[in-house]
């Protein structure tokens, strides 16, 4: 199964917005072992879409369209899809009345614009939109699977678990899926996180991969799973040789992994008078998924708290190049020291970021000792 997506709209194209339906809808595939060859983005124009339709439905065996589905004037994704598969538009009944419900339920004026919602290609199969008036579609064109989802990134997630998910993975069973293991690892360039690995799997076949995302260097691997037995001590080796550099691995983010931690924790305060809004960005997203019963809040000062029931994490400036990460819970205090690399060192913004992901690694490594 190979996979390309087609992303409509002018407010994608003209940078109003970041085309994050795609990258959502690779991730959930790669999740299933599913490569994508391809993501495109065209504006609302009738021939580029068409171009689109074309040029990515010749690069896989699955296509996804997303956008395009509303009751506007500049929404006619579904008119071109007929066109494409020449199937003739057909009214649902039962998706005019899944949006009469939905309107009427949100005293919304029902207009005639909405019937627009409810036309589908013949033969295909609709998937019901549980979060907008907009139903997705699945059909079969040019031996091909192709997947119509509406625009809205809540939508396309709701639509995916009411149906798509489970079709990918009956379409997979039993393929040769793809399997990917992945480190993040800090303290090396990506020259020498590369150099160590290239030697490592010398002489091995194996697809690599590398990207920097600040401060870290991913190191990726990807293989047919028929093939996995085969260079699973390949992939061992490998592991063993990141080891000391490695701070996650598998997609696994500190963050997440930090606010797990603290789930039972009733107190935190964030005290972070170095990185700016770094440690707030990153990790106030994490405690609202992890933390739902305990108290958090952050600071940008240093003042630590004597009530021993708050656990206080801080992060402080020692000098110019050199942070301070501590933490105080129950009378315990943990502290270390890091300074940044001599690449970073005079970069404000990535200096900033460094010590706050430095400081998120200390305060992981340290909650089993503290809880």
């Known amino acids: 199964m190979l996979v390309a997506v087609v992303g409509v709209g002018t407010e994608l194209t003209s940078g109003q917005i970041i085309n994050k339906n ?27 879409i068409l171009d ?12 996804f369209v997303t956008g395009g589905l509303g009751p506007t004037t500049d929404d006619f994704t579904r008119e071109l899809i007929s066109e494409w598969t020449q199937a003739p538009l057909e009214f ?44 997705a ?16 990134p809540s939508e396309i997630a709701a639509v995916w678990k009411n149906g798509i998910e489970e079709f990918v993975r009956e379409k997979t069973k039993g393929l040769d899926r793809h399997i990917t293991y992945s480190w993040d690892t800090i303290g090396l ?31 990726k691997v990807t293989c047919l799973e028929s093939r996995l037995a085969t260079l699973k001590p390949a992939i061992d080796r490998l592991d063993k040789t990141l080891h000391s550099i490695t701070v996650t691995r598998n ?23 170095l990185s700016g809004s770094a440690i707030v960005n990153r990790l106030a997203p994490a405690l609202k998924n992890y933390m739902k019963s305990g108290e958090w809040s952050f600071a940008n000062h240093n003042d630590v708290l004597l009530d021993p029931q708050t656990l206080c994490l801080i992060l402080r400036p020692w000098d110019t190049t ?29 200096r900033a970021l460094y ?5 998120m690694i200390f305060w992981l490594q340290k909650m089993d000792d503290l809880i």
């Open 22 to 48: 795609a990258a959502w809808i690779s991730k959930n595939l790669k999740d299933l072992g599913v490569p994508t060859s391809c993501h495109l983005v065209v504006p609302d124009d009738r021939a580029l």
């Open 52 to 63: 689109a339709l074309h040029f990515a439905s010749e690069r896989c065996d699955t296509l």
């Open 92 to 135: 649902d009944p039962g998706s005019w009345e899944h949006i009469v419900d939905r309107l009427k339920s949100r005293s919304i004026e029902i207009r005639e614009s909405q019937r627009q919602q409810a036309m589908f290609p013949k033969g295909s199969i609709v998937i019901e939109n549980p979060d907008g008036t907009a139903n």
């Open 137 to 152: 579609f699945r059909m079969k064109a040019f031996n091909k699977d192709v997947f119509v989802l509406p625009g809205p």
């Open 189 to 219: 360039g990506e020259s020498d996180v590369a150099h160590m690995t290239e030697l490592c799997l010398d002489g091995i076949e194996i697809e690599k991969g590398y990207r920097v995302h600040l401060p870290y260097v991913e190191v």
């Open 251 to 273: 997609g696994e983010d500190v963050p997440d992994l930090l606010a797990k931690k603290l789930t039972t924790i009733k107190r935190l305060q964030v005290q972070d008078s």
């Open 322 to 350: 050199t942070a301070v990460a501590e933490i105080y819970y129950h009378g315990a205090h943990f502290k270390t020291y890091f300074e940044a690399p001599f690449m970073i060192s005079r970069m404000t913004d990535r």
């Open 355 to 359: 010590f706050a992901e430095r400081a």
